[in-house]
């Protein structure tokens, strides 16, 4: 079965950088896009960006450009979300979902709660 | 960007009646849109794609219409275990969200 798992819960100083790992499983992982997006707490979803595993080209929010860097490795089957100066509005649950056709998102991770704080 | 607003915020229903959501979009979308429905402390599940077509394992109570910029996601028999927040998702561009409608217990 499809199975995304995430890395844990950080705890992160205002100007610092975070990166949330996510190993797939159950499927052929270069045959789908993997999808980042988030959930401020009490907040609703919004999407980061994106990125191809079979060459690993991205593509990502404006609001994220020149922050964010997705990266991939195919030897473990994970793709990697590097956020950087991170500031207190960046505290959410961070999902990463695989893209069904490209931009449906039929599977999720379980979240990884990233906290800013002083 | 195009911009998702769904309506209401909350929607109130007793178990076994029927609801309905909408989702509006800024501009036309096509029929790439999609439905998800969250409850506490989990993931998004997807229900709904391609604006009306059920996800795998999603029940017939479920369904999805529209085209263009108004989309409506029905539920056919409210069961206990619907009671959730439901997100609209456009994919014709650049992936935005709407805001979420929760539906709760009446």
């Known amino acids: 079965q499809v199975q995304l ?3 844990g819960a950080e705890v992160k100083k205002p100007g610092a950088s975070v990166k949330v790992s996510c190993t797939a499983s159950g499927y052929t992982f270069t045959s789908y896009y993997m999808h980042w997006v988030r959930q401020a ?5 919004e999407w980061m960006g994106i990125i191809n595993p079979n060459g690993g080209s991205t593509s990502y929010a404006q609001q994220f450009l020149g922050r964010v860097t997705m990266t991939r490795d195919m030897s473990t089957s994970t793709v990697y979300m590097d956020l950087s100066s991170l500031r207190s509005e960046d505290t959410a649950v961070y999902y990463c979902a695989r893209g069904r056709s490209k931009w ?8 990884a709660l990233v906290t800013v704080s002083s | 960007e195009i911009v998702m607003t769904q309506s209401p915020d909350t929607l109130s229903v007793s178990p076994g009646e029927r609801a309905t959501l909408s989702c509006r979009a800024s501009q036309s979308v096509s029929s790439n849109l999609a439905w998800y429905q969250q409850k506490p402390g989990q993931a998004p599940r997807l229900l709904i794609y391609d604006a009306s077509t059920r996800a795998t394992g999603i029940p017939a109570r479920f369904s999805g219409s529209g085209s263009g910029t108004e989309f409506t996601l029905t539920i056919g028999s ?3 275990e619907d009671f959730a927040v439901y997100y609209c998702q456009q994919c014709d561009n ?4 709407g ?3 929760k539906v ?3």
């Open chain 1, 5 to 7: 798992v995430q890395s």
């Open chain 1, 41 to 45: 707490p009490g907040q609703g979803l």
């Open chain 1, 104 to 111: 449906e998102l039929d599977y999720w991770g379980q979240g």
């Open chain 2, 78 to 80: 409210l069961q206990s």
């Open chain 2, 94 to 97: 650049w992936p935005t969200f």
């Open chain 2, 99 to 101: 805001q979420g409608t």
């Open chain 2, 104 to 106: 709760e217990i009446k």
